[in-house]
């Protein structure tokens, strides 16, 4: 029988079939061939002696969190207490789009800060907009119940942004455990103790404990690039220009950027994720 396993608890997998959930153990044979079933994974399973049997070839693989099959991804991004941060912002929408998962940003926590940090906000908002993602705040509930049909949505972003807040107003039935800021870290405490794969509004939805330790030194310079979708609407004088030490007039990225048609912001972190994670 095919289904998908929704949920792992320590060597115990739980397998969605047609609605029906069995609690499988795994095949030894994985372990020997290096395959490790996580959560999304669409298997083949033995539903009389509870066995998984073959893991179904994955469109896509996440490490942290471990999850496979994602259709898309909320990054949930606050504003204040965590204070916002385009770095991480932008290193989220580069691992979604390096492993062609759609993103899509939600902002919360707006009442927290002053009408001038609001269209700061906004400017940049604008800007994300502009080059094709979409942007949802917190309160349009009404909208963001839109995106899970027929999807699968990784939530993600910040610790202590406000995802399990934001779950409960989404389906006050989920009940998440919200957890409390840190004042002295400014960042909260993981309220997700588990990777779980949920039925909600015509879609499932993984929550997971949050995408932490985001390694980029396991991708090459190229591949960070690419993933950076704005760059694609330029052409430089050389193909494999890394818009990094190349003069402005070959470079049409750093004139984008000298022009301020590419946010300032975004390139400061491309050339950060190149350098400061020793990429290869």
Excluded at 52 to 62: A, F, G, H, V
Excluded at 153 to 166: E, N, P
Excluded at 233 to 259: G, P, T, W
Aim: hydrophobic content about 35%; charged content about 30%.
């Amino acid at each position: 029988m095919r289904g998908q396993i929704v949920k792992i608890l320590s060597n115990l997998y739980f397998v969605n079939v047609d609605g029906i959930v069995y609690e499988c153990h795994s095949r030894g044979v994985f372990r020997n061939k290096k395959i490790t079933p996580v959560v999304g994974d669409y298997c083949i399973i033995d539903e009389k002696d509870k066995y998984i049997l073959e893991i179904l070839p994955r469109k896509n693989y996440l490490v942290r969190p471990l999850v496979a099959n994602i259709d898309q991804g909320l990054i949930v991004t606050s504003l204040k207490v965590p204070d916002f941060s385009t770095n991480l912002l932008d290193k989220l929408l580069l691992i979604m789009e390096i492993n062609k998962i759609k993103p899509i940003i939600c902002i919360t926590k707006e009442d927290l800060v002053d009408d001038n940090t609001k269209k700061e906000i906004k400017k940049i908002m604008d800007y994300y907009i502009k080059i094709g993602y979409k942007v949802y705040y917190n309160y349009e509930l009404n909208d963001i119940k839109k995106i899970f049909k027929d999807k699968t949505t990784v939530f993600t972003g910040q610790t202590g942004a406000g995802k399990s807040s934001l779950f409960n107003k989404l389906d006050p039935s989920l009940n998440f455990d919200t957890g409390e800021v840190s004042i002295a870290l400014g960042r909260g405490k993981h309220t997700t103790r588990f990777v779980e794969l949920i039925s909600l509004f015509d879609g499932k939805l993984v929550d997971t404990p949050g995408f932490s330790n985001i390694d980029l030194s396991v991708y090459s310079k190229e591949t960070i690039r690419d993933g950076f979708i704005e760059f694609s609407n330029y052409s430089c004088k050389y193909k494999d220009c890394m818009h990094i030490n190349e003069d402005i007039s070959f470079c049409s990225i750093k004139k984008a950027v000298d022009d301020g048609e590419i946010l300032q912001s975004r390139y400061d972190n491309y050339i950060k994720f190149l350098n400061d994670d020793k990429t290869t």
